[in-house]
Every structure is written in structure tokens, then in C-alpha cells.
């Protein structure tokens, strides 16, 4: 069973930076692709940015497109989002998702396995 933890997440002030990490155990980290979503107050959770397994693929949400870097680290099995000029509408919980297959998109049902997310809060 693959397990997924999430942290790095925290109170900031708008136009700051944060860097989650998603640390994987259990399965072939190596092989998966990976995602991170997040759910606002209220909200329905929404894809944010996926890596295909090698890292040679990503993809972003358009709202955080040219702020937010998605990465990898296969050494770590650990997953990564640098969130840059962070806006309060990025306030969320944000959640790392895996994928048995090597590469993936935005759909919630795409992915496998999930952690239990890490609260990012950005004040105004």
C-alpha cells in the first residue's frame, strides 16, 4: 500500500513563497505519476499540477501557472510545489495524489493513492 505524506504547508502573507512535499512509501515511486490538488473552504477539490514519472511532463492549473513549479526527486521519493507570490485565493488544503500509471491529468479518478493534506493559509 502506498502511503503519502504531505508537509511544508503553513501561514504566509501574500506575495510569499512556501514549499510542500509529498513523501511516498510503499510502491514504485519511480513509476507514478504524481499530482497535487487542493480544496478551499466550501469548495470542491481542484487539480493544481501533475508530473508525469520522469519528471519530463507537467501540467498546471491556469490560475497558478507561472507561480507554482512542480517537481520531483526520485532519490527521495518525494514530490514537490514551490508556490510562489502566493495569493489569499490559494488558501486551501492542498493534497499529494499518485498515479499507478506513468503519466496523468486533472481528474480527480485518475488517481490512485492520496495523502491527507497539509493547510496552506495566505493572509492579505
Known amino acids: 500500500q502506498v502511503q503519502l505524506v504531505e508537509s511544508g504547508g503553513g501561514l504566509v502573507q501574500a506575495g510569499g513563497s512556501l514549499r510542500l512535499s509529498c513523501v511516498a512509501s510503499g510502491g514504485t515511486f519511480s513509476s507514478y505519476a504524481m499530482g497535487w490538488f487542493r480544496q478551499a473552504p466550501g469548495k470542491e477539490r481542484e487539480f493544481v499540477a501533475s508530473?508525469?514519472?520522469?519528471?519530463?511532463?507537467?501540467y498546471y492549473e491556469d490560475s497558478v501557472k507561472g507561480r507554482f513549479t512542480i517537481s520531483r526527486d526520485t532519490a527521495k521519493n518525494t514530490v514537490y510545489l514551490q508556490m510562489n507570490s502566493l495569493k489569499p485565493e490559494d488558501t486551501a488544503v492542498y493534497y499529494c495524489?499518485?498515479?499507478?500509471?506513468?503519466?496523468?491529468?486533472?481528474?480527480?479518478?485518475?488517481?490512485?493513492?492520496w495523502g491527507q493534506g497539509t493547510q496552506v493559509t495566505v493572509s492579505s
Open positions: 495524489a499518485a498515479d499507478r500509471r506513468s503519466l496523468s491529468g486533472s481528474s480527480e479518478r485518475q488517481y490512485d493513492y
Open positions: 508530473i508525469s514519472s520522469s519528471g519530463g511532463r507537467t
